[in-house]
């Protein structure tokens, strides 16, 4: 049973800090990796991407990934209360990236 | 690109009802998903297909779910005898090649 575990939460951060989202996973075949921000009541919507060891930025996230570890994180700078939700860390395995394998998922609250 | 579609958004029926739900994916995307998401999880993976042929099911999918996706565009879900258990959010996804799936606004099911 390939898992993908993370820390439920809740997640909570003042306004202007960094959070800081883990997440590991049990098959080392991973290739593939995904964060996904999910809105209460609505779909998950695709963040961050990373397919190689180190770090991936866009704009305030940043992905890191340690294969080793079997260990992948996302870092949100500046957070914003926009920022609150749950963020569904999921995994693709064997290469063809079309099963993706998700976390349950950390509720992230940014207070003003 | 108008995202993915899914319809209907809300579906309520009796329990031993049959229920169709239907997902058109980003054009041009040849690759379709169903997730399966209940309240506290992440997203199970259903089924995939590529084009019209269906590649993989997953174990969750008894045989009263069936899904089809008859000219490699849109799909349709089709829930038969439902039960309790069925009560859940259902996504769709679509991408294209090996880029990152991009998700539905999803379908809520719910058994009386």
């Known amino acids: 049973q390939k898992e993908v575990e993370q820390n439920s939460g809740p997640l909570s951060v003042p306004e202007g800090a960094i959070a800081s989202l883990n997440c590991t996973y049990s098959d080392r075949g991973s290739q593939s990796f995904f964060w996904y921000r999910q809105y209460s009541g609505k779909s998950p919507e695709l963040i961050m991407f990373?397919?190689?060891?180190g770090d991936k930025e866009d704009g305030r996230f940043t992905a890191q990934l340690n294969k080793a570890s079997q260990y992948v994180s996302l870092l949100i700078r500046d957070s914003q209360p926009s920022d609150s939700a749950t963020y569904l860390c999921?995994?693709?395995?064997?290469?063809?990236?079309?099963?993706?394998?998700f976390g349950k998922g950390t509720l992230l609250t940014v207070n003003p | 690109d108008t995202g993915v579609s899914q319809n209907p958004r809300h579906k309520i029926t009796k329990r031993g009802q049959n229920v169709t739900f239907r997902c058109d994916p980003i054009s041009e995307h040849n690759r379709l998903y169903w997730y399966r998401q209940t309240l506290g999880q992440g997203p199970e993976f259903l089924t995939y297909?590529?084009?019209?042929?269906?590649?993989?099911k997953s174990r969750l999918l008894s045989d009263r779910f069936s899904a089809e996706r008859p000219k490699g565009s849109f799909s349709t879900l089709e829930i038969q005898r439902t039960e309790q258990g069925d009560s859940a959010m259902y996504l769709c996804a679509s991408s294209v090649g090996g880029q990152p799936q991009h998700f539905g606004d999803g379908t809520r099911l719910s058994i009386l």
């Open positions: 297909f590529q084009n019209e042929a269906q590649l993989e």
């Open positions: 999921a995994v693709s395995s064997g290469g063809s990236n079309y099963k993706l394998t």
């Open positions: 990373i397919y190689s060891n």
